[in-house]
């Protein structure tokens, strides 16, 4: 395991939304995790589980109707601490996004240039000529020819406007990239390329990257970390290599089954049943009634977090062996 400093902290994160009627839903329950320079983390899990709404916590744009808690520490400082006045400052300048659906990303009616270069302005990086010129440098970075700045959004295919949507995230030259399931709605080939861009920034620029999607396979083929949430919690992080090898989370080793098999020589296993909601109180196990190797403690007491190996965590009662064979 890497022994740089994390450049990204999340401490006991929870978001939740007041909805009409004096209840609320629990978007995401005490997420923590850390992020080091360069590295690649996957979060992953079903539609739902509280995914995007973590990124958008990070980078402090959740709708009014949210409440956070918890801490996120960006290169050592609390960037919720002051909400807007404290992530602000940071906002596409040290952390960076890639949303869902690169067509949304555009304003239809302004030049992709002009909307790249809007984020220079903003922080002050660049401006005018030079702010133009580094537009064609990011286009050109991100395989666009730089001719194109002048073009509007609907003169770009969809796997251009999500490279040019890249091109936007790292105009301040970001530490750390979000990229919110970047090839959603992409064709299988154009899927390809545009994972092989993000691998060749971060490497090259030394970018942190989070890639939040639902694939496990992308995870697998893209990261170095992953982080699986389910519920609002994340329910087993560490290696991608050891999580491949060595689930210690039913609802791990169920998506990894879920998948489809490139040979076709193994069934493809879905999961059954749905989520819970997150606007009840769930008592045990959140993964209980779906959950394959459910036992005795799972619909009443919600498992702890264990370290089951170094930098492997896992949320589960089929781990809880663990704590008493270790010495005290
Ligand atoms: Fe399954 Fe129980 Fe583990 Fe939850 S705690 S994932 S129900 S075995």
């Not at 969809?158 to 890249?166: D, E, K, L, T, V």
């Not at 995230?169 to 030259?173: M, Q, S, V």
């Not at 193994?266 to 997150?278: N, Q």
């Given at each position: 395991m890497?022994t ?6 999340a401490?006991?994160l929870h978001v939740w939304?007041d909805?009409?009627?004096d209840?609320e ?9 850390e ?8 979060l992953v ?8 709404t973590?990124?958008?916590a ?5 709708p009014?109707?949210a ?9 050592g400082?609390?960037?919720?601490a002051k909400?807007e006045?404290?992530?602000s400052?940071?906002r596409w300048?040290d952390?960076?996004m ?5 067509m949304?990303?555009f304003?239809?009616?302004k030049?992709i240039?002009s909307q790249?270069?809007e984020?220079m302005e903003?922080h002050g990086t ?18 666009i020819?730089g001719?194109?700045?002048e073009?509007y959004?609907?003169e770009f295919s ?9 091109a936007l ?5 970001p530490h750390?990239?979000?990229a919110?399931?970047p090839t ?5 080939m154009?899927q390809a ?8 920034l ?5 970018l942190?990257?989070?890639l939040v999607?639902h694939?496990?396979?992308v995870?697998a083929?893209v990261c170095?970390r992953?982080a699986?949430?389910?519920?609002g919690e994340?329910?087993?992080m560490g290696?991608m ?9 039913p609802?791990?080793r ?8 490139l040979?076709?020589d ?13 606007d009840?109180e769930?008592v045990g196990c959140?993964?209980?009634p779906?959950c394959?190797?459910?036992f005795?403690p799972c619909p009443t007491a919600?498992?702890?977090?264990l ?5 492997h965590e896992?949320?589960c009662?089929?781990?809880?062996h663990?704590?008493?064979?270790r010495p005290?």
């Open positions: 890497s740089r400093q994390p450049i990204l902290r401490e006991d939304f909805l009409p009627g209840s839903l629990h978007a995401v329950q005490g997420v923590s995790f992020l080091r320079p360069g590295e690649r983390m996957g899990g079903e539609s739902g589980c509280g995914k995007t973590t990124i958008l990070l980078m402090g744009l959740l009014a109707s409440s956070v808690a918890g801490r996120v520490h960006l290169e400082e609390d960037i919720l909400g006045e404290s992530v400052p940071h300048k952390i960076a890639v949303f869902q659906g690169a949304n990303a304003n239809p009616v030049t240039g790249i270069a984020p903003l660049a401006t005018g000529r030079a702010a133009r010129a580094q537009v064609r440098e990011l286009l050109e970075l991100v395989g020819s001719e194109r700045a073009r959004p609907h969809g796997g251009m406007r999500q490279r040019a949507a890249i995230a790292l105009a301040c030259e750390v990239l979000l919110d399931e959603t709605a992409l064709d299988v154009v390329q545009i994972l092989e861009l993000l691998v060749r971060t490497r090259d620029l030394g942190a990257m989070i999607t694939d496990l396979p995870v083929q170095d992953a699986v949430m389910y519920a994340i329910v087993e290696q290599t050891t999580i491949y090898h060595d689930p210690r989370h609802y791990t169920m998506l990894f089954a879920a998948t489809p098999d040979l076709g193994e069934d493809v296993l879905s999961i059954p049943g749905a989520p819970p909601r997150l009840h769930i959140p993964f209980t779906r394959d190797s459910a005795a919600h498992p702890r977090r370290e089951v190996a170094p930098g896992a949320l009662h089929l781990n809880d663990l704590v008493a064979e005290a």
